[in-house]
Every structure is written in C-alpha cells, then in structure tokens.
C-alpha cells in the first residue's frame, strides 16, 4: 500500500531508521505505525535497537518536589556520555520522568523486577476473580495473563502511559529519546516518597493533583 509522507518522517522521529527503511517497514505492516516500528526493530534497524546494547554510566539524578513538600522523587537516568548529559533535550526528559513518577506512582521499574511471590499473589487473586465470574476454566489461564498485563501496566514505570502522551509507554518515549539524541539511555533507578506514607492519616490524592499540574 501507498504511505504517506507524513507517516514515514513520524516513524523516522520515532525509530532513528532511515527513510527508505521506514517506507518498506511501513508498506509492510499496512501503515501500521506501531508494527512497523517494531519491524524495525527485529530487523535491527531502529536506531534504539543499535544502541541498547551500549554501556550507559553518566547521565544524571533529578529530583522532583511536588507543590508543598507533599511528594518527592529520585531518578537516576544514564547516558552513555556527559556531553549528552548535559543536552537540554535529555534534561527535559529526565524532568518529566521524575514528574510522571510523582504522578504514576510506579513500583517497579520493569516486569521482571516484581517479586515472585507478589506476582504468585496477584495470579493467585485473578485466577479467583475468573472463577467467580463464571469463566470456564479451559481459558481462565489466557484470562488471568491478560489481566497481569494490566497490573504490569499500572505498576511497572516502563510500561505505564507517559502522563504528558498517554497514548505511548514511557518505554516508548524513552526509545523516541535514544533515537533523536543519538546514543543509549537508561532509566536506571528510582525512589518515591509520599508524606506520611504508611500512617494513618486523612486520604489525600496527591497523584491527582501533581496530574493536574500537568495538564495545566
């Protein structure tokens, strides 16, 4: 099928591919941003995919204060070069994924970083809810790993809506990164404290309200 100019440059911005890559690529999976990106990728022609092997040791920490003193955050994200440390655009995002932690409240930065026996719980919990809903066992196993997704979703940072692009992962925003900046990147760590944490205390939302900083 014929692609659009406009198509191929947004999949070049996204991926770092060259043109004529990304147009095959695209032309491949119909027009299909998405698949044709991770084309792309299996093909090793995204610029992100060249780099990721690539050792990533400066970088730099950035704190992030919510209004109040009510949320903080540490994050450490790496690059392979102080220079690159040192560029705006690598600033900025390393800024709004400290924000979008305040806001997210992950709690694992990927999926294999959840323990075994949170993870054993949580199927333990969906296989149950399936059950009661009447599901036939035959596909409550296919049903329980859908819904893991979701919990993946919500808990592990990586994998969560960025909260300034919904529509992409903060994995995606940070390949986007790799590949406009030019060398690897990597979300390293990261710490969130909310005030009083763990006590009992009046509910207060502060994630809802960092995200309406956000939307500001």
Known sequence: MAVSAASVKELREKTGAGMLDCKKALEEANGDLTKAAEILREKGLSAAANKAGRVATEGMIESYIHAGGKIGVLVEVNSETDFVAKNEQFRTFVRDVALHIAASNPKFLRRDEVPQE???????????????????????????????????????????PFVKDPDKTVEEVLKENIATIGENLSIRRFVRFELGEGLEKKQENFAEEVMSQVKL
């Open 118 to 160: 949170a993870l054993d719980k949580e199927r333990e919990i969906l296989t149950n809810q399936a059950l009661n809903e009447g599901k036939p066992e035959k596909i409550v196993e296919k049903i329980v790993e859908g819904r893991l997704a979701k919990y993946y979703e919500e808990y592990c940072l990586l994998e969560q």
